[in-house]
């Protein structure tokens, strides 16, 4: 597992596939989660398949983060999944918790909402891993709006290396597949939905380890973002993009009544556009500085 500090510096907006197979670690990964939103004044909900052990609350306090949570029920929320409408097969039931979840944050004043989910209840649904991809791509769509911040716990022991490649694709970063140094790590990519110009902005690397997330979210954009106006890539941020991310563009370019415009393109993927002759369906500018 990543070392546990690194939870810190996930943001607003980011949608984590995090692998585990140590238990302290996991918790102590957990409780600093929930301890930053505590100091952000932000809703923390825990999602697990069974009560927190003791052991869950003895994280919390070596945090220092007990004390806020026993005091303010309402903005720390344990949610057991058996109370829950939750069916993978009926993954819309899952995102519109979560959507109604957003939704009551903002209403009661919070300055955004934090997620932490214990997926070990999802092992039984394999070995069909569809429902469950399916639902965290569908998640990383949801958490784009840059409110609400959700950390997907996977048991190692319980989900195979490629089953955990495969649900990591369908998170932006994953702790699987681009684990590296402590203080060096973050998200591999990061998605924002934009309201000026109306569109999406994407930065760090897309490629095939976050290729389902990317195309949830890229596929919903013309009905996620209303526009008159050519919808807007903002790619000013974006250190890499392989062929297969192209070619997500071209299809929401075909499916929007506006069309697509791609801004702060590289020189690598300017020179990747051209070769593939996308011209026709996608705006892009050919004059770059750097």
Excluded at 39 to 45: C, G, S
């Amino acid at each position: 597992m990543m070392d546990p500090t690194t939870v810190d510096r996930l943001i607003s907006g980011d949608h984590v596939c995090w692998a585990f197979d140590d238990d302290t670690e996991h918790l102590t990964a957990v409780a600093r989660f929930v301890q930053a939103g505590l100091a952000r004044h932000q809703k923390v909900m825990y999602l697990t398949g069974a009560a927190p052990p003791p052991t869950f609350w003895d994280a919390l306090s070596r945090v220092g983060a007990a004390p806020e949570a026993q005091a303010d029920n309402h903005q720390v929320q344990i949610n057991l999944v058996s109370d829950l409408p939750l069916n993978l097969l009926d993954t819309s039931r899952l995102l519109d918790h979560w959507t109604h979840a957003i939704t009551e944050a903002h209403v009661e004043g919070y300055a955004g909402l934090r997620v932490a989910t214990d997926m070990s209840w999802a092992a039984a649904s394999l070995p069909d891993l569809y429902p469950l991809v399916q639902y965290e791509a569908q998640a990383s769509r949801l958490f784009a709006d840059d409110y609400a911040t959700m950390v997907c716990f996977y048991d190692r022991r319980l989900f195979s290396s490629t089953s955990l490649n495969c649900i990591g694709s369908a998170h932006p970063g994953s702790s699987e597949i681009t684990a590296g140094a402590p203080e060096a790590w973050q998200p591999l990519l990061r998605m924002r939905r934009t309201s000026d110009p109306p569109g999406l902005a994407l930065s760090g690397e897309a490629d095939l380890s976050n290729r389902y997330a990317l195309a949830a979210t890229i596929a919903h954009l013309p009905e996620d973002v209303a526009s008159e106006a050519p919808l807007v890539i903002d790619l000013s941020d974006l250190t890499f993009a392989d062929v297969g991310t192209m070619r997500l563009f071209v299809q929401v370019a075909e499916a929007s009544a506006t069309g697509l415009r791609l801004v702060g393109c590289s020189p690598p993927l300017l020179r990747m556009l051209r070769l593939l002759d996308v011209r026709q369906v996608i705006q892009f500018d050919d004059d770059v500085s750097r």
